[in-house]
């Protein structure tokens, strides 16, 4: 089934103890769009400015994302972010962001775009979040993500959202400041208590945690030698996750969600491999496959009693 | 098959978000011991003073646990250790350490001690971890813990007594402090090179990692909404890690390292339920059976082919 990704595409300067690159191709909905590719069929809806790289869009393209929706302003610039983590690589510091022609964006969707089934609302304005909503046909199932900015700026709506959505992914900080609670456990069941089914809480190295209504499952991080660049590492989880869900039809059952937990910590592994979309380029199914066994070997123990 | 631990019996004064404890029964040796009880014999050797409650003794003893290496000072006090979790449950802040009869703790382990095929050496000074090691005969395995203190202040020692141990039991900062990488498989894998054929990390509230001769194993932390108390989990753990080994009496075999990781890992999901020992108290097999399961539900996903 199809996707339908609303969020943002943006130049990224940045800077890891890897080294420092300058307008590479950044954006949650960027990475969301390309890892959920691997999956399933994505419509991405954003803008970009007259100054976004041929490039890029011929990269969508032969990922078989449908960029119908990508709007462009040629006299306006794309939004650009500048950050480092060379303090702390699980932990990006911005330098800068200038929104250009994402001030003005208002997703507008065609008749086609709102019949997609799964539908993915990337950080950005609960506003505009709000209004996908408003615009989408009976979605099959809608998850969302958000930031501290949001929670902090915007909070009446951002809970309107949040109380119409199936999945919620926050990071552990997100989920304490949304709900008061220190203890994620506790804080996922508040946010369960507001109308989303899944919260999945995205916990950077330490993998991820996903609340179920009647379980809950630890996905690993993967431990990894080398990790060049963080950047979107979240996004192209939430990508893995819901390019899973999409794939297999089957929304909200326990073991499908379990299996989407951990094709999005696959994609995230691969994502901080590489800077900005590169490890992307060349990524195989078969690469997808063999991590994903990675992963089972990384977490698995045998089940058998202890005490006779 | 039995084991032997060597650290420290004290008294706690703590404070955690849910109370206030006074003079309670810690220290390291206390809480692997008791945790190891559950799966093994235990000889502990310790010192405590005249102040040391006859109920103390007692509950070691209704563990089953071999007190005739536990050496007792009457005119002398029992090391004291006052602290609390008001800032953050995950981090102990130290307010006061009175070593006590500690301080003078020499190590002298009898015929019958020397033989036992598991060590613990606890966070103690090196130089007492390294002369338990030259009293010991022939161990089928010994495992060790410190603390950055011991990394800051006698380096060198500590750095010998790694070099002659199977497991070595650090967490997250330690590895770091050990090794100068910040990336924790990288400080995993020049540990490796020091001697130890296991390195285990703890990671707190995240589970622990342990990196073995040609495996890497992700025991994920059980996510509980009420934790009461963390002191002595990460001893617990090594408890329930080492206790599950020596049970099993095949040591560095993977599918039984795996195994006593996630032992460890269920051992301090009770610790940290109660004050002091508290939970300990009243834990059957069959809690840990059960909570073995749980742990399993925790992380298990379908291995199946994602692609056709």
């Given at each position: 089934m199809s996707i339908l990704v609303v969020g943002s595409v943006a130049y990224d300067d940045l800077e890891t103890p890897s080294g420092k690159r300058d307008r590479v191709l950044g954006g949650a909905a960027s990475h969301f769009s390309t890892s959920a590719s691997f999956f399933s069929p994505v419509s991405l809806v954003a803008v970009v400015g007259g100054d976004f790289d041929e490039r890029h869009i011929s990269f969508f393209q032969k990922r078989g994302i449908d960029i119908s929706g990508l709007q462009m302003i040629p006299e306006g610039k794309t939004f650009h972010w500048t950050g480092h983590y060379l303090n702390d690589i699980n932990h990006a510091e911005t330098l800068?962001?200038?929104?250009?022609?994402?001030?003005?964006?208002?997703?507008?969707?065609?008749?086609?775009?709102?019949?997609i089934p799964f539908v993915f609302l990337a950080n950005i304005h609960p506003e505009l979040q709000l209004s996908v909503l408003e615009q989408v046909k009976a979605p099959k199932l809608v998850a969302m993500d958000t930031m501290n900015f949001w929670i902090t700026s915007t909070r009446d709506q951002l809970q309107k959202v949040i109380e119409r959505v199936d999945i919620l992914f926050v990071n552990d900080n997100e989920a304490k400041m949304l709900t008061?609670?220190?203890?994620?456990?506790?804080?996922a069941s508040q946010m369960m208590g507001w109308g989303p089914k899944v919260i999945v809480v995205k916990r950077g190295e330490h993998g991820a945690l996903l609340f179920g209504q009647d379980f809950v499952f630890s996905a690993p991080g993967m431990p990894l030698a080398h990790i060049v660049d963080p950047?979107?590492?979240?996004d192209s989880f939430a990508g893995g996750f819901i390019g899973y869900l999409a794939k297999s039809q089957s929304a909200l059952d326990e073991a499908h969600l379990r299996r989407a937990a951990i094709c999005g910590s696959v994609m995230a592994s691969f994502q901080v491999e590489d800077f900005s979309l590169d490890r992307m380029r060349t990524l195989t199914a078969m690469d997808i496959e063999r991590r994903y066994r990675d992963f089972k070997s990384l977490s698995d123990f045998p089940d058998t009693a202890i005490f006779e």
């Open positions: 800068e962001t200038r929104l250009g022609v994402f001030e003005y964006f208002r997703p507008q969707l065609t008749e086609q775009h709102r019949s008061g609670e220190k203890n994620v456990t506790k804080a950047t979107g590492a979240g």
